[in-house]
């Protein structure tokens, strides 16, 4: 048996270069795990029981269309491994939260089943299969704190980020990346680009208020109209203290920076009592490579 914790993600920049012939947005953003985590455990079967998955994921109803399933068929039609597989998840992460909820479990897929069936490939290899499910798989395969460009895929490592406490608030709405993506031609035109250079001297000198003067997410100013909790929620967590507040990738998740993590409990405390919403105290994760 094999066990894997998946890590979910924020986005510290999230920059739109433009549309692509794909149908697919360039992106350039600074990505960072974050130690909420599902936990997925895998055990070999014989091969006439396929993929079997216990746990269930809010939305997805049948389980051929959870990502897991889809990256374990994918692990082994690539690999023509001649076995089945059962998979145990327990899930953490809030879904379509901007997390990459559904992201990480299927890197975690391909580690454990490498792992599982003792195949030794190496990272190219499970990026290969990645970017064939999703755009943040790649990340979430490498974790840590990474330049994501291309449509996510393409990954560049930087400095990493200084261990830090953050603060996460989902409200209890989920929203559709597409759908963020979709209108986003709607805003382009008057949204402020995060300063990705500034971003990564900062996290080279380790300074933690140059990091929080450079966050910046483009998205915010598709998702925010459509959800103005979610500028309530970035306004309170300032109010409590947080260093600098921002939503995660497409949304509706919040992060806050936190000094330490006496004042993330507090504000932990505090923020459960305004809103509908889930909340974690979290610190940033490093690689998984
Ligand atoms: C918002 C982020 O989470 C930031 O890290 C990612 O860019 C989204 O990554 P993801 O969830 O893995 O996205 P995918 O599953 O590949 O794509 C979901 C949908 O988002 C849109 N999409 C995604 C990535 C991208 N660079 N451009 C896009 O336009 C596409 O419409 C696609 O149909
Ligand atoms: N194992 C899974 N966990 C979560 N969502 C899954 C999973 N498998 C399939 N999905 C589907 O993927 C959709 C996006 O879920 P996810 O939690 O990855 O969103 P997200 O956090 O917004 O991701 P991202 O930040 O990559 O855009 C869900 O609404 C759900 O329908």
């Avoid at 079967?45 to 109803?61: N, P, S």
């Avoid at 395969?141 to 953050?166: F, H, V």
């Avoid at 507090?266 to 509908?276: A, C, Y």
Wanted: glycine residues 8%; proline residues 3%; aromatic residues 6%.
């Amino acid at each position: 048996m094999v066990t894997i914790n998946a890590n979910a993600k924020i986005n510290l920049t999230l920059d739109i270069l433009g549309k692509r012939t794909d149908g697919y947005h360039e992106v350039s953003m600074v990505m960072q795990s974050i130690n909420l985590f599902d936990t997925l455990t895998f055990t070999k079967l014989d091969a006439e029981e396929g993929i079997i998955l216990h746990g269930d994921v809010k939305g997805v109803a049948k389980p051929e269309d959870n990502l897991i399933y889809k990256a374990a068929k994918l692990f082994l039609d690539t690999y023509k491994i001649n076995s089945g597989v059962e998979i145990n998840l327990i899930k953490r992460i809030p879904v379509a939260a901007g997390l990459a909820g559904g992201s990480t479990d299927a890197a975690a897929v391909f580690r454990g089943l490498n792992e599982l069936f003792e195949m030794n490939l190496g990272i190219n290899a499970l990026c290969k299969m990645a970017e064939q499910l999703g755009s943040d798989i790649s990340f979430c395969l490498m974790g840590g704190t990474m330049l994501a460009t291309g449509r996510g895929e393409i990954l560049q490592e930087i400095s990493a980020m200084p261990k830090t406490n953050i603060v996460l608030v989902k409200p209890k709405v989920d929203v559709s990346t597409a759908w963020v993506y979709k209108n986003y031609h709607k805003v382009q035109d008057s949204v402020i680009h995060p300063d990705n250079k500034a971003m990564r001297k900062s996290l080279i000198k380790k300074d933690l208020q140059g990091i929080c003067k450079a966050l910046g997410n483009v998205l915010e100013y598709v998702t925010i109209p459509e959800y103005p909790e979610i500028a309530k929620i970035k306004q309170k967590l300032s109010d409590y203290g947080a260093m600098a507040a921002m939503m995660s990738g497409s949304g509706p998740t919040v992060f806050a920076i936190v000094e330490d993590s006496q004042k993330a409990k507090d504000i932990v405390s505090k923020i459960q009592l305004d809103f509908d919403a889930d909340v974690f105290a979290v610190e940033t994760a490093e690689k998984n490579f």
